[in-house]
C-alpha cells in the first residue's frame, strides 16, 4: 500500500480491512415558519414558492400545516443559505406589512 491510501491498519496479515476515514459534514439548519392570526394563507403560498422553490400543490399543503400545527420545517439548508432565506422572509413579510415569522435552528 503505497503512503498516501487512507487504510493505516494493521490487522491480521493478509486480512483485508477497511478503515473508515472521519469526514466531517458541515452542520445543516431546519427553516421554520411559526403561524399567526393575521398573515393571508396566499401570501404564506407565495413566500413558499418565491423562496422555497415549492410548486403551488407543495406550497398551499406546507401552509396548511403551519396553519393547523402551529409551525413546520420548510427546508434544511447550510447556515448561511438558512440565514440568507430567513432575512429574505422576514424583509419580505415586513415589507408587506405582515407579522409572518421565519426562523432557523441547528439540526
Ligand atoms: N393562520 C393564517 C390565517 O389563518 C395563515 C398562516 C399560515 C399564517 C401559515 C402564517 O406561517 C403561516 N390567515
Not at 393571508?40 to 393547523?68: C, D, Y
Amino acid at each position: 500500500m503505497s503512503d498516501d491510501d487512507q487504510d493505516d491498519s494493521e490487522g491480521a496479515p493478509g486480512v483485508a480491512t477497511k478503515t473508515r476515514p472521519k469526514t466531517q459534514r458541515p452542520p445543516m439548519y431546519k427553516v421554520m415558519l411559526l403561524n399567526d392570526d393575521y398573515t393571508p394563507m396566499e401570501f404564506v403560498v407565495h413566500i413558499l414558492e418565491r423562496f422555497f422553490g415549492m410548486n403551488h400543490a407543495q406550497a398551499f399543503e406546507i401552509m396548511l400545516t403551519v396553519h393547523k400545527k402551529g409551525l413546520a420545517v420548510v427546508g434544511v439548508f447550510s447556515f448561511e443559505v438558512a440565514e440568507t432565506k430567513v432575512a429574505q422572509v422576514m424583509d419580505f413579510a415586513r415589507r408587506h406589512q405582515h407579522p409572518l415569522q421565519c426562523t432557523m435552528e441547528k439540526e
